[in-house]
């Protein structure tokens, strides 16, 4: 289930489930948007990006969706594994910096 | 090929000492930014460079901050007379060019006691 509260909001599947993770942008001229992956003592790590003039992109076990009509993003992780635990955050950017939403905690459990 | 280095991976100041973190971008890449996180939140943007430029430094603080990327070495992100609210991770990500992908580094760890 997911749950928000002082702490980061947090998202709890089971191995071999499907994940979706959420997030809402701010800047309707935002034109590109990332999703990164954070595991505990390191920094991000790209998993996907999309442009504005799309509204699905594929990866491996991974899929972004854009609703520009709302200013949602989210991240589809097929076949969860132990692996995806990791805060996930999505970052938008319409000049060169990068607006990071505040995250969501994924965690797998067996 | 070596991604985006940073160092020191921790470091440690008394209140009113400075604090220089420092990152070398990934081979080729000249652009170079900076940003802060605080434990259970996102990262905030800070500065971003070009060789021997400041592009924007719209995310620094007024006072105390200052960031250089030279023509030679690394990118130096310089606080003076730390306070307890800098305690925080501090990450740099380098890209190709503007616009491009940014790659981040470990990011340091910096504590203020």
């Known amino acids: 289930g997911e749950s928000v509260g002082l702490h980061l909001p947090t998202l709890s599947v089971q191995e071999g489930d499907n994940s979706i993770i959420n997030c809402a942008y701010s800047?309707?001229?935002?034109?590109?948007f990332i999703w990164y992956k954070q595991e505990s003592g390191k920094g991000p790590q790209f998993i996907i990006d999309?442009?504005?003039?799309?509204d699905k992109r594929q990866g491996q076990r991974v899929t972004v969706l854009l609703n520009k009509t709302v200013k949602h993003l989210s991240l589809q992780i097929a076949a969860t594994q132990p692996g995806d635990s990791a805060v996930y955050f999505c970052?938008?950017?319409?000049?060169?910096?990068?607006?990071f939403g505040t995250g969501t905690r994924l965690q797998v459990f067996p | 090929n070596a991604g985006v280095m940073q160092n020191p991976r921790h470091l440690v100041r008394r209140r009113g000492q400075e604090a220089r973190l420092r990152c070398s971008p990934m081979?080729?890449?000249?652009?170079v930014y900076w940003y802060r996180q605080l434990p259970e939140e996102g990262l905030k943007f800070m500065v971003y460079?070009?060789?021997?430029?400041?592009?924007?430094e719209s995310g620094m603080p007024k006072e105390r901050f200052s960031a250089e990327f030279p023509k030679e070495g690394p990118s130096i992100l310089r606080i003076q007379q730390v306070v307890r609210g800098d305690s925080a991770a501090y990450f740099c990500?380098?890209?190709?060019?503007?616009?491009?992908?940014?790659?981040f580094g470990p990011g340091t760890r910096l504590t203020v006691l």
């Open positions: 970052a938008e950017s319409n000049t060169d910096k990068l607006i």
């Open positions: 999309i442009r504005s003039n799309m």
């Open positions: 990500a380098s890209s190709l060019g503007s616009g491009d992908e940014q790659f």
């Open positions: 800047n309707s001229a935002s034109d590109y």
């Open positions: 460079l070009q060789k021997e430029n400041i592009i924007d």
């Open positions: 081979k080729g890449h000249s652009h």
